[in-house]
């Protein structure tokens, strides 16, 4: 029985190679509508304010992708690192050693595309949605996130 569950790891491979190719998809994503962004910028000829706040929407939506890719990136060597190959070699700020590590790594990175959600929200305000209506429970979802990540940082030392 312990040789079967020690060949049970394995099974995490699936989650790591649906990590990887989610992240692939959404840089690929990401790449692609930044070409078209510009081009459809160049194309319009539209240099005004109202332009470069287009322009600046789309951007910020573009990079909540490549945050979103992010995660799914650090989801895959997290995982592996944890249930695959203790040895893998990572930048050190992704090193994950335990499963509050990967959490850690996720949250932080959680409240960066809340972060950017919200700020495209702003950007992209007519003027008749109540920004308060989306801003507070997004602030206390960040608040409360912030403060996991405290905690979870003050029990490590």
Known sequence: MPPLLNASRF???????????SAMALYAYGLVDTVLVIMRTLAAGDVSTKGAKAMMLNFIEIFDLFLLGTVMLILAFGLYELFI??????????????FEDLKTNLVTVVIAVMAVTFLGQIMSWNGETHLLDIGVPVALVIAALNIYVWITKAGKQ
């Open 85 to 98: 190959d203790a040895e893998f070699k990572v930048a050190s700020r992704l090193q994950i050693h335990t």
């Open 11 to 21: 099974l995490v491979l699936a989650a790591v190679l649906g990590s990887l190719l």
